[in-house]
């Protein structure tokens, strides 16, 4: 069973900057046997300040939570357990009405002790690698401190959309903390029903930087 979760959000927009909210609340209903869930309630709380300039939309995201969140394009190789902080900026661009490039960096920062619960490395199992700082390749779970899961990096995504209700998307997410990059490739189709979504294909290639 996957994890369960409920999201409440808003959004306003104004004359010199758009501003979202979003609050994400999370049951342990997946198996964190398998990374699925951490075996604890979760919650983040993002904020998102935006404004558009002709063809750019610089933003600014900041949040609070006791989990890494995963995003619509990229999910972590673990899933991790402690207060952190998540700050990201950046600027979509819009190169055509169907295709869209983002460019932006992120800065995760924990604080107090964390635990992470990799997807790589099933319990009970012993993996290898484990090169700066990514203790997700050996241990399926790591308590320690802080700098387990401190994490910045940036993201870089494009994505076409031809139709409404079906996306492609190809993007580099680079995590300059652990050295690892990744390289997603991507499809959506969604149903007119917002509750109905589905995801049909994804490709991740990652690439640890030695």
Not at 59 to 66: E, K, L, T, W, Y
Not at 112 to 126: L, M, W, Y
């Amino acid at each position: 069973m996957v994890t369960s979760f409920v999201t409440l959000g808003a959004s306003w927009k104004g004359s010199a900057v758009n501003y979202g909210t979003s609050l994400i609340g999370s049951a342990p209903t997946g198996d964190s046997a398998k990374g699925l869930s951490t075996g604890h309630a979760t919650y983040d709380w993002n904020n998102r300040f935006d404004h558009s300039f002709n063809v750019l939309t610089p933003f600014i995201d900041a949040g609070v939570g006791n989990s890494i969140p995963d995003t619509r394009s990229f999910n972590r190789p673990f899933t991790s357990f402690g207060y952190l902080a998540h700050f990201e900026g950046g600027t979509d661009v819009d190169l055509s009405h169907s295709l869209t490039l983002t460019l932006s960096a992120y800065d995760i920062a924990p604080w107090g002790t964390q635990t992470i619960f990799s997807r790589a490395v099933a319990k009970g199992a012993v993996g290898s690698g484990a090169q700066h700082g990514r203790v997700f390749e050996t241990n399926h779970q790591t308590t320690g401190s802080a700098s387990i899961d401190q994490d910045n990096g940036f993201h870089r995504w494009t994505e076409f959309q031809p139709e409404a209700l079906s996306r492609l998307r190809y993007g580099i997410h680079a995590q300059r903390e652990i050295c690892i990059q990744h390289v997603l490739v991507g499809s959506r189709c969604e149903s007119e029903q917002a509750s109905q979504r589905q995801e049909v294909h994804q490709v991740t290639y990652r690439r640890a930087i030695t």
